[in-house]
C-alpha cells in the first residue's frame, strides 16, 4: 500500500532503492523484541540522507503518536499491525504488505498480539531528528 506520494518524493525514493540494491548485507540474527536496529545510513551530498532500520515491536503494543520530517518507506517482515495515520482510515498490515508515511503527517502503529517485525527507509534532510513524538 502506498501513501501520498509525489513526482519529486518517487524519484528519490527511486534513487536511494537503486543505490540500496547495491549494498551487500548478511542476514542478521533475530533481534530482541523492542530493539531497533540501523541497517544502512548514507549521506547524500544534496543534504539528504537515508536509513533502513529495523523495528521490532513487542506484542500488544502501540507507538506513541509521533511524525517523521521526512518520508518513511516501511516493509512488515513478520507479523501484522495496524497503522493509523492522522486523516486516514486504518489499515491492518501483514508480513509481506509495504507502507509509506509521508513526511510531518502524525500517525500512531498498533501491534497485535505478536511481535512483529517491519524495516523501515527514512528519508530525511540531513541532521534531523528521525522521530518526534507528540504529546
Do not use: W
Amino acid at each position: 500500500m502506498i501513501f501520498g506520494l509525489n513526482g519529486k518524493t518517487c524519484a528519490l525514493l527511486a534513487a536511494v532503492l537503486a543505490v540500496s540494491g547495491c549494498a551487500s548485507l548478511s542476514a542478521p540474527a533475530k533481534p530482541a523484541a523492542g530493539s531497533r536496529t540501523v541497517l544502512q545510513h548514507v549521506v547524500y551530498p544534496a543534504g539528504y540522507e537515508v536509513n533502513v532500520i529495523r523495528i521490532v515491536l513487542p506484542a500488544n503494543t502501540n507507538s506513541p503518536h509521533h511524525t517523521h520530517p521526512g518520508l518513511e518507506s516501511g516493509y512488515v517482515a513478520r507479523g501484522s499491525v495496524t497503522i493509523a495515520i492522522d486523516g486516514q482510515p486504518e489499515h491492518v498490515l501483514h508480513a509481506g504488505d509495504t507502507f509509506e508515511t509521508p513526511a510531518g503527517v502524525p500517525h500512531i502503529v498498533k501491534n497485535g498480539p505478536q511481535e512483529t517485525e517491519i524495516v523501515s527507509t527514512y528519508i530525511l534532510e540531513l541532521g534531523k531528528p528521525l522521530t518526534h513524538v507528540l504529546p
